[in-house]
C-alpha cells in the first residue's frame, strides 16, 4: 500500500480531524536491513502527533516496540485490552523498558500500526499514549498504554523498533504527522 493510500485510510482524503489538520513531519521507507527508525528532534508545535505504519510482515515476524526519549529502562507500564471476534480480553503490564505497539503480529500477514500522542509537548503532565492496529484477514486490536514516571519530559525523540531483533521487511513505511488547528 502506498502511503498515500495509508495516510488516506487513516485520515480520510483531506487529513482533518476534529477541527485539525495533520501536517506530515517526517518518514522513513525500511530496505529490509534495519531493525529500527528513531524520529529525533520532534517539533515542540503541534497539538498531538500521529505515527502511522505499513509493515509488510515477513518470516521471522517483527514485534514493534516504542521508546521515548532515549529511555530504556523499566518507566513505561501498558493497559491493554485485546479483542477476537468473540470475546476480549484486558491485561496491565507494568515495569517495561518498551511500549508494545503490536503483539505478536502473525506471521507473513501485512498489518498497520496507529500510535497517537496528546499533549507530547507538555511538561506538567504525563503524556498519554494510545495505539491501535489491524492485522490483514484479522479482527482489530486496540490497545492503550500509557508513560510511567516521565511526566516532566517533552517528548523530543520516537524510536520505533523490532524487539525480536528482527528488520523489518523492505518496503515497510513509518511516518509522523502533527495536528495543527484548523
Not at 487513516?10 to 531493525?35: K, M, R, W
Not at 507494568?94 to 503483539?103: E, G, P, Q, V
Amino acid at each position: 500500500m502506498p502511503l498515500g493510500a495509508a495516510k488516506a485510510a487513516f485520515l480520510g482524503a483531506a487529513g482533518t480531524v476534529g477541527g485539525g489538520a495533520y501536517e506530515y513531519i517526517a518518514g522513513h521507507t525500511f530496505t529490509g536491513s534495519e531493525d529500527s527508525f528513531t524520529f529525533t528532534s520532534i517539533p515542540q508545535t503541534y497539538k498531538s502527533l500521529r505515527i502511522m505504519a505499513y509493515i509488510i510482515e515477513a518470516n521471522p515476524q517483527v514485534t514493534p516496540d516504542i521508546q521515548i526519549n532515549g529511555v530504556t529502562t523499566s518507566d513505561y507500564q501498558e493497559n491493554a485490552v485485546y479483542s477476537s471476534s468473540s470475546s476480549y480480553s484486558s491485561i496491565l503490564y507494568a515495569n517495561l523498558s518498551y511500549i508494545s505497539t503490536a503483539t505478536a503480529p502473525q506471521i507473513n500477514k501485512d498489518f498497520l500500526n496507529e500510535i497517537n500522542l496528546d499533549g507530547y509537548e507538555n511538561t506538567s503532565i504525563c503524556s498519554p499514549i494510545q495505539h491501535q492496529w489491524g492485522i490483514r484477514d484479522d479482527p482489530c486490536n486496540s490497545v492503550q498504554g500509557n508513560l510511567q514516571n516521565l511526566a516532566t519530559d517533552a517528548i523530543t525523540s520516537l524510536k520505533y523498533y523490532s524487539s525480536a531483533g528482527t528488520n523489518f521487511a523492505s518496503g515497510s513505511i513509518i511516518s509522523m504527522f502533527g495536528m495543527v488547528d484548523a
